[in-house]
């Protein structure tokens, strides 16, 4: 199909903000490609060139596209920067200067599809010595070719910002109305297929050849599977409620998600919650597994935390987040900031997929074939009660060991892959609130462009009088009725910018803001020595002089507080 077929595609599909309009308009083009044998042109609606499960990434970053454009265009790097700043997406500024490219007759040579899927399939496999240079080469041949609406989408799918507002539900619902009859059981069958297999390809090619075909899609271990999320409960009593008695409580360990994958051929892979294959950073989770797990073959849903070798205490996720990260002297790690996994939950064993089976049948299988040992791997703590009391004190328990509270779940309830669901709860301690002054801010991108989308917050050092950073806030709404909006916020502070670097700024510390947090961590990052974890500002308090900001001495006493967990 040629390229620019696609883009006129992508942009009715920017064009209509209606979810229906735009199942219409993506089913004509899958209407188009059902009898193709390669279905692929489905990724680059996605924004992609592979599978959603497939770990693979461009590896491209802003300025790379702004080099390669300036080597496809001729046009200086300082006026690609300067209009990128003003309109804030790379990709429009891609179509903005080909279209004033002098030589704008030159696109004889016709942009296809499969030439955009081979040159960005290119893209990951490069590595070593010229890495950077073949890159550019693999994009400036697209953009010398391409029209100014198809450097647009390059650039834009380049960057993983397609902004065509499509996501998984109208792409499923467009192959519904493709190939298929459009009831609640087919769109379950459908989304559920989806869930598994993590591929739109692979679910459009068994839509075309019917229900049956879509219904036979399964997990395969060794493909990274999006883990079930939970909804919060206010209290135990509330969890009852929502789950049913007995409630089966376990323990919410403050760690990373780990899914853990052994296939047929023994192969073992481990992905994180994003999906991203962190195997080699674990050899440690590999060696446990080995172990400790008894069966040929699993997908083993599991929580990775972090103790203090000395204390035997667990320790918080920021501990241990670098270990996630590292890639070069992974063993020095493993020694340093060690882990225990806590698995809570089977989807695979031996060859049959177990996600239609109830929790009950799940935990117990977990149990028989995990071999408990502390501080390598384990099953989660967990106690099955219709008792509050008991569910109660076993809450308090979770708090004093350290960790974040309870998860309560259904016992007869199935694991669904990818969605937010109503029978596991996640319950713990009410959130917090700081009064803290602004002192940064960053430039945002998009809807955002030209506000401040990003606000550092800071502390008052109670003896020097200076302003700590000690966070981050950002995802503050458009609108007013919404609380505090980003672009009211930019209005006050703009007056009060001492200094721009790029699209971050300096400001001077006047705005006092409430911010609701989790909790407070040690951190390196920040100079009050501390880092709020997941910090949301909450309103301005015009009422509040700085005078009125928390200290770091607060700071301190709250993060002790949190350690001791008085509060409870
Ligand atoms: P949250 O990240 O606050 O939405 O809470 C859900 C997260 O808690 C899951 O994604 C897991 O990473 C984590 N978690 C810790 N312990 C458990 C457990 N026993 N069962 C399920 N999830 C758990």
């Known amino acids: 199909m040629n390229y620019s077929d696609l883009c006129k595609v992508y942009e009715d599909l920017e064009k209509n903000p209606s979810r229906l309009k735009k199942t219409e308009i993506l089913s004509q083009l899958l209407k188009k490609i059902k ?3 390669n279905k692929e042109i489905i990724y680059l609606i996605e924004g992609k060139v592979f599978p959603d499960y497939c770990e693979k990434e461009f590896g491209i970053s802003e300025q790379l596209c702004i080099k390669a454009l300036v080597k496809s265009s001729g046009i200086s790097k300082e006026k690609i920067v300067s209009e990128w700043r003003k309109i804030g997406d790379l990709g429009k500024v891609a179509e903005e200067i080909t279209s004033k490219k002098k030589q704008n007759t030159l696109f ?15 893209l990951p496999e490069l590595q070593g ?8 080469s693999l994009i400036s041949e697209l953009l010398t070719s391409a029209s100014p609406i198809e450097a647009k989408y390059i650039i834009r799918t380049l960057l993983n910002d ?18 298929l009859k459009k009831d609640k059981e087919t769109t379950d069958a459908v989304q559920s297929a ?3 297999a993590n591929d739109f390809v692979l679910v459009f090619e068994r839509a075309c050849k019917g229900l049956k075909s879509i219904k036979s899609i399964n997990l395969t271990p060794g493909h990274p599977l999006k883990a079930m999320l939970a909804l919060k409960a206010e ?6 409620k929502r789950v049913g008695k007995p409630a089966v409580f376990e323990y919410k360990y403050d760690g990373f998600r780990m899914m853990i994958n052994k296939d047929e051929k023994e192969d073992i892979k481990i992905f994180t919650r994003r999906l991203d294959n962190v195997t080699s950073q674990f050899p440690d989770v590999v060696q446990y597994v080995k172990q400790h797990i008894k069966a040929k073959s699993f997908i083993i849903d599991s929580e990775a935390v972090g103790f203090d070798k000395k204390t035997r205490r667990y320790t918080s996720f920021q501990a241990i987040s670098q270990r996630i990260k590292r890639k070069h002297n992974i063993q020095e790690l493993v020694k340093k900031l060690p882990i225990e996994i806590n698995a809570f939950d089977i989807l695979y064993y031996n060859g049959k997929s177990l996600a239609d089976e109830s929790f009950e049948k799940r935990t117990k299988l977990l149990r028989k074939i995990i071999e408990n040992k502390r501080f390598h791997l384990k099953t989660a703590h967990q106690l099955i009660t219709s008792n509050e009391k008991q569910a109660k004190e076993f809450y308090k328990q979770a708090l004093k060991d350290n960790q974040e509270g309870v998860m309560i779940k259904n016992l007869k309830s199935i694991y669904q892959p990818g969605a937010r669901v ?3 709860l996640k319950l713990k301690p009410a959130e917090n609130e700081l009064d803290l002054v602004i002192t940064g801010g960053e430039y945002g991108k998009g809807k955002r462009a030209g506000y401040l989308a990003s606000f550092t917050l800071s502390c008052k050092d109670d003896k020097t009088n200076e302003y700590l950073e000690i966070g981050k806030a950002s995802g503050l709404k458009e609108k007013k009725q919404e609380g505090l909006s980003f672009i009211e916020l930019t209005k006050k502070i703009k007056p009060l910018i001492t200094k721009e ?14 911010i609701r947090y989790q909790n407070i961590q040690r951190s390196p990052t920040y100079k009050s020595g501390f880092a709020l974890r997941f910090p949301r500002i909450i309103q301005l308090r015009p009422d509040r002089s700085l005078k009125d900001s928390a200290t770091l001495k607060e700071i301190k006493e709250d993060y002790k507080r949190h350690e001791l967990k008085i509060r409870y």
Do not use: W
Request: with cysteine; proline share 3%.
């Open 108 to 122: 004889s040579h016709k942009l296809t599809t499969e030439k955009i899927l081979k040159n960005l399939k290119r």
């Open 162 to 179: 397609l902004r065509i507002g499509t996501g998984p539900g109208t792409i499923r619902d467009s192959i519904i109305a493709t190939c």
């Open 194 to 196: 989806y869930d598994k």
């Open 235 to 240: 209290n135990i009593q509330d969890g009852f």
């Open 35 to 37: 009898h193709e044998k």
């Open 501 to 514: 670097i790029g699209r971050k700024v300096n400001i001077k510390p006047k705005i006092v803001v409430t």
């Open 422 to 424: 109503g029978h596991m």
């Open 129 to 136: 010595k010229g890495t950077v240079d073949k890159k550019l």
